[in-house]
């Protein structure tokens, strides 16, 4: 349904005939981490998170999955592989 307080006509799911259903009957303004986001946006309270009600949470755990201004940098070994010994284990693997 629309939201009819915080981001007034913009479709949630925490919209329901009674109101917000959200945690505090709304949705919680961005924290500090969130500057930069792209999926923050002004609504009637300040500014909120396009993608999730309670941006702080998101931030409980370490970075927000949503985020579009940081991203997870996963770090691989330099791994050398013998491209002829690969090719031998992978056929070995399928034979069994
Ligand atoms: S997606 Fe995450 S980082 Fe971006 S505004 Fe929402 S809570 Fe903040």
Redesign the pocket.
């Known amino acids: 349904m629309e939201c009819q307080t915080v981001l007034p006509g913009r479709e949630c799911n925490f919209w329901a005939k009674s109101g917000c259903v959200h945690t505090g009957s709304s949705c919680k303004n961005?924290v500090e981490?969130?500057e930069g986001?792209d999926?923050?946006i002004e609504g009637t309270i300040g500014k909120v998170?396009s993608?999730?009600p309670a941006?702080a949470k998101?931030w409980e755990g370490g970075l927000?999955n949503?985020?579009?201004h940081k991203k997870l940098e996963i770090k691989t070994a330099d791994v050398k592989v013998n491209p002829l010994k690969a090719s031998k284990k992978a056929a070995a693997a399928k034979k069994k």
């Open positions: 961005t981490e969130c986001c999926r923050v998170c993608a999730f941006p998101k927000c949503f985020a579009t």
